[in-house]
């Protein structure tokens, strides 16, 4: 399986190296070109205004948005959660989104503007010990649809419990980067899901 990764900026060669880790075949996609036979994307943890600057310039954004209208299969963590979501608060003004899950999220909201803290996390239909879960200037889920399955929750800084990782059909977002605690489940699971 062919798999993009989007390779604007961010984490790019740690979700390279898991995907290849777990058999799949990791492409990474720079130009619209780079789209030609890839099966499912990862959109990765970096900086969602940047990259959603990127998208523009590469000229990715349009077939892009349009292989992920289709139903194409996606995973975003952090930054890809913030490009994948409905809605982006605290954004650039710019700053534009592909509603392929419908979620409202904040941006660097957990927490302080720099905070980053690890935690283990209870995973809906995750056998095995709690998933370890690293968060850098996360977003936080303000809302999610009816339509979205919340695998894993975080309370905030208030004590709400806030979703962490979510499905919505073939589409997965996680607010921390699974590409870099070591366990792979999240990716084991975007790839059987698809
Ligand atoms: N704060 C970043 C953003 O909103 C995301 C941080 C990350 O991906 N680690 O784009």
């Given at each position: ?84 979501a409905t809605e982006v608060l605290?954004g ?5 989104s592909?509603g392929?899950?419908d979620l409202t999220v904040r ?35 303000e809302r999610?649809g ?49």
């Open positions: 399986m062919k798999v993009g990764v989007l390779a604007l900026q961010g984490d790019v060669r740690e979700h390279s190296q898991v995907l290849a880790e777990l058999g799949a075949h990791p492409v990474a996609v720079r130009t619209p070109e780079d789209l030609t036979g890839v099966d499912a994307m990862v959109l990765p943890g970096g900086e969602s205004t940047t990259i959603s600057m990127l998208l523009d310039s590469s000229g990715l954004r349009r077939p892009l948005g349009a292989r992920l209208a289709e139903g194409m299969p996606a995973l975003g963590t952090c930054a890809g959660m913030v490009l994948l605290d650039r003004p710019d700053q534009e592909f392929a899950i941006r660097n909201a957990f927490g302080r503007q720099v905070a980053s803290f690890e935690t283990d996390l209870d995973v809906a239909g995750l056998s095995g010990e709690a998933l370890h879960a690293v968060f850098i200037r996360a977003p936080v889920v999610a009816p339509a979205v399955e919340v695998l894993a929750s975080v309370a905030d800084s208030q004590g709400v419990p806030r979703p962490v990782l979510c499905r919505q059909g073939v589409v997965v977002a996680a607010a921390f980067h699974p590409e870099l605690s070591g366990d792979w489940r999240v990716h084991e699971m975007f790839l059987a899901g698809r």
